[in-house]
């Protein structure tokens, strides 16, 4: 995991620990019993999706018209030749494994930002460019080794001419290290993004979370720890669990937390709660085709789902086929990550949703389980 924890979050995750088991050694809430094992197995495991792009507080990008216009202001000053454009469409159709790898973290505006990938502009073309940040990454191989000098007087010609900036990654980076890529392209996102519209002026509204069997609190608590801007929702159908994560918020004293005690077949026709969150999260609940259909009703059109799912499930994402299909969700990341000595390497599945789910969806209690759709 590449998420830096400041002093003060530490502080604040031992303390949710030295509560959680206070609660845990009354009700059972989750078989890490020990200070260490319910730091790495609960804490360190519930903050890796803060490494995922859509927990970033980006600022939003601009409108597409506008985006639209400055990127038509630099094609009136660059034309492209026809042989340009040519040969950038059959680079879109056969890129290398780093550039493949990188635009699966990049697209669908994850960052908050519009990527086009082989970008051409007049007869160069970009590896990946946004043009509402004039912004350009470039993704060089071992032949750019040989040709360091020549890249660095292209980078300068387009910041000098353009005021594009360039950023440049080795394939091996972006293979080997690619949440320290992501980390670098964030920060200069951050950095160079317009600030967000006051308040009455269409700033964005408070992101919602809902965590689907939350069990003893987790990933909830914590990333609700991590991301006090954001309303926190943990769901689960049973009621002491729910009593105890209500207890440990309190004790936390976090204002942005709030539980339910409910079967998630019957709360997602609930109009209240029907395709309301942004994101929803679901850790050790079940299989990928039946957790989708847990998951699918509460969130929105173009909002994320979130598993937490070991790294040898083939079998899994290929039963799920049929299940992502009839809720309209697509397969946008497998994040994995380490938490080291003994923990082994684990993954994050996300799924981003495309169209409303059928009236029909979820099925009545218990036939998501007995009868997933395989």
């Not at 850790?283 to 598993?307: N, W």
């Not at 497998?334 to 949703?353: A, P, S």
Request: glycine share 6%.
């Amino acid at each position: 995991m590449s998420f830096p924890l400041s002093e003060e979050q530490e502080k604040k995750l031992r303390a949710l620990n030295t509560a959680f088991l206070a609660e845990n050694a009354k009700i059972n809430l989750s078989a890490f019993r020990t200070e260490e094992q319910s730091w790495f197995g609960n804490i360190m495991d519930s903050i890796a999706a803060m490494d995922l792009p859509f927990f970033s507080s980006i600022p939003r990008p601009l409108p597409p018209k506008e985006e639209g216009e400055l990127r038509d202001e630099y094609y009136k000053k660059k034309p492209v030749p026809g042989n340009t454009l040519f040969f950038a469409r059959e680079m879109r159709k056969n890129p290398t494994e780093a550039e493949e790898a990188l635009w699966i973290l990049l697209r669908n505006d994850q960052l908050g930002v519009r990527f086009r990938r082989q970008a051409p502009f007049g007869g160069f073309i970009f590896d990946f460019f946004c043009p509402s940040l004039k912004f350009a990454i470039e993704v060089d191989g071992e032949i750019h080794r040989q040709s360091e000098k020549a890249d660095q007087e292209r980078d300068t010609y387009f910041l000098e001419e353009f005021h594009i900036h360039t950023l440049r990654f080795s394939n091996d980076e972006v293979l080997s290290a690619p949440n320290r890529v992501m980390t670098e392209i964030k920060n200069y996102i951050q950095k160079h993004s317009p600030p967000p519209l006051e308040e009455g002026l269409g700033v964005e509204e408070t992101k919602k979370i809902i965590d689907v069997g939350t069990g003893g609190g987790f990933p909830l608590l914590p990333l609700a720890i991590l991301l006090p801007e954001t309303t926190c929702t943990g769901l689960d159908s049973t009621q002491k669990k729910i009593s105890a994560v209500e207890r440990i918020a309190e004790e936390m004293s976090l204002t942005n937390v709030h539980c339910l005690a409910a079967r998630a077949e019957e709360l997602g026709h609930d109009p209240a709660h029907r395709e309301q969150y942004d994101i929803v999260l679901s850790r050790a609940v079940a299989e990928i085709p039946t957790l989708l259909e847990f998951c699918a009703p509460f969130v929105k059109v173009g909002g994320y789902v979130v598993f937490w799912k070991s790294v040898t499930i083939d079998k899994e994402l290929q039963d799920s086929l049929m299940a992502r299909a009839e809720f309209s969700c697509q397969l946008t990341l497998q994040h994995r990550y380490t938490l080291g000595e003994t923990w082994g390497d684990r993954q994050l599945i996300v799924f981003q949703k495309r169209a409303p789910l059928a009236k029909k969806y979820p099925r009545e209690v218990g036939v998501p389980k007995k009868k997933p759709l395989l």
